[in-house]
Every structure is written in C-alpha cells, then in structure tokens.
C-alpha cells in the first residue's frame, strides 16, 4: 500500500511534453533557484532535438553545488525518456541529462548530500521521477519523489512499504514497480488507478507505451518465463509465455502493438503481437 504527499504548491502541475525541463520558468521568481540551462528552441518538435546555446545563472542554493566534484561520480543508473532523444543518469551525487544525437551533456544536478538511483523523465519537460540511491540516498529507497526543475524542489511522494525497483511515466500515467507488485496511478491527481501483483522482479521491469488513445502495460506475470500484457483501454489481460527461463529484459513499441523479449538464458529474442499473444518472429543471438 502506498501512501500520497502532495507538497505545498500553487498548483499540481500538467505535465505537458512540450514544456522544456532544459528551458527557465516563464514566470519571474526571487526565490532560491538553483543552475538552469537556458535553451533557446521555440518548439521540440521543430528541427533537430536541442541545438543549446546555454547560460548558467548563478545558484544562491546551498542545497546544490556549484564547485566543482573533487572526484568522478559514481553512476547507479541510465535510462532513456520516452523518444529516446535523450537519457538520464543518476550518480552517488544526484543526476544528468545528456542528448543523443548531437551526444552532449545538456544538463545536471548535484546533490550535496545523496544519491539517485532511479531518474525518470517525462519527454523533455520540467517534470521527474527520482528514487534514491547509493550508499548516502538523496531521498528514501521506498519512496518516488516527484521533481519539478522549474520550481527546483519536489512537489509531491509517493511512499511504499518496500523499495521502488522501477517508475515509468506517460504524460497520464506514473507506473511504479516494487519487488512483487505493480501500481499505476494518474499522473493529474496521484490517484491510485491500478495494481497488479508480480513474479519477484528485483530488476524493475516494466514497460509502458506512449500512445494517446490507449494504455499498455507489460511487466512479469506470475509464473517464471512469463510476461503480463494489461490493455487497459479494453480492459483486457494477456498472459504470454514467453521463455523456459526467467525473463531477462523486455521493450514495447511505441504504440503498445509489439512486444520484444529476452530470457536469463540469452539465447534468443522473441517478437510477440501483444494483442493475441501470437509469436511474430525469432531472433538468435550472436
């Protein structure tokens, strides 16, 4: 069972893909804001993803450190937002945004004191998902902060009774995987719309697609070698079997159509239609 902390704000955000997190809030504040990047595109979908002229504006926060790291950070994880146009990391000192093509750090935030084991984006916009981690955690390994960069402070948690091995976001929806069970919330209000229970899944694994008109999801099911589809639009559950052994890895399509995985064994890919199950294609591994 989770618990909901909505931190003191004017407003829950929207959380609106075409909102820059690499862009300074349109409003003027005069409170303690930390280093922004300030981009200069007028739309992402317009040209190449972020071609940067940045500025650094000086950081009054001692929360975040301007010096420079006296040693390399250690990473504790990577992960791609929902286009792939870009990837976060997150280190023993906080997180990083690097841009794929042209391949660039873009932006950072270090910590003083703790760790991001878990850094999810949503698109290119001000809004993210963080998880502590590493041996001093930025915040508690069993709850997801909800990170606003325009406000430069966390907005709202939500608390779980075990660790968070996983989130996954779409502009709706916050996914969130603990060990044995999976909770989807909506992402206006934080209400708990979903929850389904798992085989052990220490690696987190889910997957989400990203289209407007529907919602699917893919996690383990409850059988090794198994894996869950819900079609939440249509109300439908789909149990594949995909592999003998334990499922390693696996990546849904954008649209939620096709469903790719791997098991422990590594020995092969399968190609699955997630809507019957059928098994579309097999590819042997080198």
């Not at 390994?141 to 430069?152: A, E």
């Not at 075990?162 to 989130?167: D, I, K, L, P, Y």
């Not at 060990?179 to 929850?195: A, G, P, R, T």
């Amino acid at each position: 069972m989770a618990t909901l902390s909505a931190f003191s704000s004017p407003s829950w955000p929207n959380p609106n893909p075409n909102s820059k997190f690499l862009s300074h809030p349109d409003h003027t504040s005069n409170d303690l804001s930390p280093p922004m990047l300030q981009d200069t595109a007028e739309n992402e979908d317009d040209g190449p993803p972020y071609n940067l002229q940045a500025t650094l504006i000086q950081n009054p926060n001692p929360n975040f450190l301007d010096r420079p790291a006296l040693s390399d950070p250690t990473l504790l994880h990577v992960a791609f937002n929902q286009d792939y146009g870009c990837f976060a990391t997150g280190t023993d000192r906080g997180f990083r945004i690097y841009n794929c093509d042209p391949f660039r750090e873009i932006f950072r935030r270090d910590f003083e004191n703790g760790g991001v084991g878990t850094v999810e984006m949503l698109f290119r916009c001000n809004i993210l998902a963080l998880v502590g981690g590493g041996p001093d955690p930025q915040y508690p390994l069993n709850k997801v902060m909800i990170w606003d960069d325009h406000q430069s402070r966390c907005i709202g948690e939500l608390s779980f009774r075990s660790e968070v091995r996983g989130v996954r976001l779409r502009r709706d929806r916050i996914v969130v995987v603990l060990e044995q069970k999976i909770f989807v919330y909506n992402f206006s209000d934080l209400k708990l719309l979903h929850q389904n229970e798992t085989i052990a899944n220490p690696k987190g694994l889910c997957a989400v697609s990203q289209g407007a008109s529907s919602l699917v999801l893919v996690c383990p099911g409850l059988q090794k070698g198994q894996v869950r589809v819900e079609h939440y639009a249509s109300k439908r559950t789909k149990f594949i079997m995909a592999h003998d052994s334990r499922i390693a890895c696996f990546a849904l399509t954008q649209d939620g159509h096709l469903l790719a995985t791997t098991s422990t064994k590594g020995t092969l890919v399968r190609i699955f239609n997630t809507f019957d199950g059928s098994l579309l294609q097999e590819v042997l591994s080198v």
